[in-house]
């Protein structure tokens, strides 16, 4: 793989549509660490970065991956600061596995009733640690930034507080709280990314927020109209006011909210796309003259195709969706660690070696 020096401010042309950069950023939301820790031979994951000495190691050895893998960016997210009791474990079964994989309880929640959100212990912002990015600022190379990941998005944090199927009946039982709870979490997150910006060496902010399935919004068009864009539009004024691009990182079919997104929310790109929903090529066309479309290379082909018919799939987007700029190259979601290593790496190889067309 050809590996350019770092240089963010390709990645910076893409988010924000300002023509073809020297070559195809890469972008990812994040790689998992048993991906990592096979790339660079290093046991990343077995680090305590509650400890000071590990956590400069964890650093550094995030630096040493992004860097050689030819990304011009740490993506550096920050722990939960809603702590939820209503989580599954089950066995890790990925090919890289870790002890259990976790999720979300759909069917209850850690705050149910108003009696449940009075008795919650809200983070106080004061007490939130940030010195892991004060680390990544003072370890990154000449010409890498880092792009802080804010700890889930207005929707999913409600939705994981609450736990889908509560959530959903107290939209129209307890409008009150629902209200209460938006604007809790919308208030706190809209203080993390402030913090954000506030921080050396950040290049731009992602915000996730999971707000689909295959056919649909996770609550109605209407409900993110008023609980959700108002809080996420306001997170994108933080980024803007610092001159940093915002990327909105979301699974699902949006096509019914992403005028909303765009014109009202104010996003300068979009990430996660799934090849069921709507391919990468389709949302470049639909929306690259309006945002940046990052990724977009099917997970499920990254996990089950072989090297070869990845390195053609790669190509093929690359020629359909780099030409004009306004796009970097990446999976559909993360690098997930059931993803097929040697798939992952020929992505990016093929990437490395995709050159602009000479216009005369």
Known sequence: MIKPSPDFSRLRKALLRQGEPDRVPFYELFVDGEIIEAVIKKPLTKLDINK?????QYVKWLVEFYYNTGYDYVPLPIGTVFPCTNTLQAEDTASLPRSVRSWQDEHRGTIETREDFEKYK??????????IFELMSKNLPD???MIPLGPGGVLENVMWLMGYEPMSYAIYEDPRLIQEMFDRVGWTLEKVFDTFTRMDNVGAL??????????QTMISPEMLRKYVFPWQKKIVEVAHRKNLPLILHSCGNLESVMDDLIDYVGIDAKHSYENVIMPITEAKKKYGNRIAVLGGIDVDILSRLSEKEVR???TRILYECAPGGGYALGSGNTIAN??????YLAMLDEGSKYEFQVKS
């Open 52 to 56: 000071s000495e590990e956590k400069k």
């Open 122 to 131: 809200w983070t106080d912002i004061k007490s939130i640690d940030f010195s």
């Open 143 to 145: 010409g890498m930034k």
């Open 206 to 215: 992602a915000l996730g927020d999971d707000m689909g399935f295959k056919t």
């Open 312 to 314: 053609k799939e790669v």
């Open 338 to 343: 059931y993803v097929k290593l040697e798939n």
